[in-house]
């Protein structure tokens, strides 16, 4: 049978990293692709305790609940987010979702009409492009550096294309890790401000942070509850098969993202909700968080040593200060989308940095994950792809 698909299926994509990921499931692939927390470390006995909790409250627990989610654990979220400084909103002011994924697409629901411009980073998240793509909204990528977007280029787009969104990642970005300095945050908020323009932080990563004697103010603790709309997860910090995200922000958008999740899923996993709250009560999470932080930092360091020692030529990283991922700029010769296939068949797989650019790609660039793979793994993975790499750096045949 030929079906009729509509018109706007032209637009979606699959996820390159996932497309990966089939590639690399099998057990002999050392794989820096996906962008996975550690199971090992999963708090396997506090969610048990916590889906126990649940039952015990007997079979109300199991019935339909409110679009926008268990009314505890939203207020659990508001005294969580006030501790980043995030205090201008109460709990009809947040929404629980499936993930914070959901978020971006109900978000551009109820925000982009085909069009529409929506400004992001360069790079930015591979999925949330998908998204805005999807609802054929025009993405465009405002010049970035490690300190967050330039300035001149965000005031210049902000001319020329009157965006009517804009949408970050300002701390431990995805892909890049980088963590936008307090300046640029302001410097985003007046000219978002100054364009009657909302923005989208995305925030999944920033409880994984380093460098405790620092402080990376979310843009919603700057904002005055109308300019800035938050999302955040328990993916990365609890566990992300319990796939529960929130968002806050203006309760006008809030009402009209309830909307539009009516008409998709009613509301997300109630259970999932309450066990959550659960955890939240009964369980360290700060302390388990803390465990991760120890962790992920000490593999970190182990994959930046192993880059320090193979003394690459072209090869550029900042060290990250949190979050996931570690951004790599080799020479500009060499094509990491083309340099994959030998990778893989060497043993050892990455994310090619192509797809997380909307304009102009830097096709010498590639992300790597460090929290999954044991040290062990990082180790021998990590010497696999820099031999490749020298190899290619030295007599390059994988051009751009």
């Known amino acids: ?35 996975l927390p550690d199971d090992e470390l999963f708090p396997i006995e506090g969610i ?38 995030i205090t201008s909103y109460s709990a009809e002011n947040v929404m629980l979702t499936t993930g914070s994924q959901q978020v971006i697409d109900l978000f551009s629901r109820v925000m982009l009409n085909p069009g529409d411009v929506i400004l992001t980073e360069d790079p930015t998240y591979l999925a949330a492009l998908q998204v805005f793509k ?19 280029d965000l005031e210049r787009k902000m001319k020329q294309y009157k965006p009517k969104a804009i ?19 302001q410097q985003l908020l007046s000219q978002a401000e100054k364009g009657n323009v909302i923005i989208l932080e995305d925030d999944p990563y920033g409880d994984i942070q380093f460098r405790q004697d620092e402080t990376y103010t979310p843009l919603a603790a700057l904002d005055d509850g109308t300019q800035v709309l938050y ?25 009209m993202m309830a909307q539009a999740k009516q008409a998709n899923d009613l509301h997300s996993n109630s259970l999932s909700q309450q066990a959550l709250y659960q955890l939240c009560m ?15 930092e000490s593999r970190m360091n182990m994959m930046v040593h192993c880059i320090e020692q193979a003394n690459i030529e072209g090869l550029r990283f900042v060290k990250p200060k949190g979050g996931m991922f570690l951004w790599l700029e080799l020479a500009p010769e060499i ?30 660039t590639m992300r790597l994950n460090y929290t999954h793979a044991t040290p062990e793994k990082i180790e021998h993975g990590m010497g696999l792809l820099l031999d490749l790499l020298k190899e290619k750096s030295k007599n390059p045949h994988i051009f751009s």
């Not at 299926?9 to 050392?30: C, E, N, P, T």
């Not at 949408?167 to 936008?180: D, I, L």
């Not at 893989?344 to 010498?364: L, R, S």
Request: aromatic share 10%; net charge positive; glycine share 8%.
């Open 167 to 185: 949408y970050v990642v300002p701390t431990f970005s995805n892909p890049a890790g980088r963590v936008w300095s307090l300046e640029r945050r």
């Open 1 to 35: 049978m030929k079906y009729a698909f509509a018109k706007r299926i032209r637009h979606l994509q699959s996820s390159a990293i996932r497309d990966i990921l089939k590639v690399v499931g099998r057990g002999d692939i050392i794989s820096f692709a996906g962008g």
């Open 231 to 255: 999302t955040s997860t328990f993916s990365k910090t609890a566990v992300p098969a319990l796939r529960t995200g929130w968002v806050a922000g203006p309760f006008q958008v809030i009402r």
């Open 335 to 364: 094509n990491t989308t083309a340099l994959l296939p030998e990778a893989v068949e060497a043993g050892v797989a990455y994310v090619p940095g192509e797809p997380f650019y909307a304009d102009v790609a830097q096709k010498n």
């Open 282 to 296: 009964h369980f360290d999470l700060d302390a388990h968080i803390q465990q991760l932080i120890r962790v992920y």
């Open 48 to 85: 048990e305790e916590s889906f126990a909790k649940v039952f015990e409250s007997g079979k109300k627990s199991l019935q339909y609940t409110e679009t926008e989610g268990y009314l505890p654990l939203r207020e659990v979220i508001l005294e969580r987010m006030s501790r980043k400084g």
């Open 134 to 152: 999807s609802y054929e909204a025009k993405v465009v990528a405002v010049a970035s550096d490690d300190n967050g977007m330039l300035p001149d």
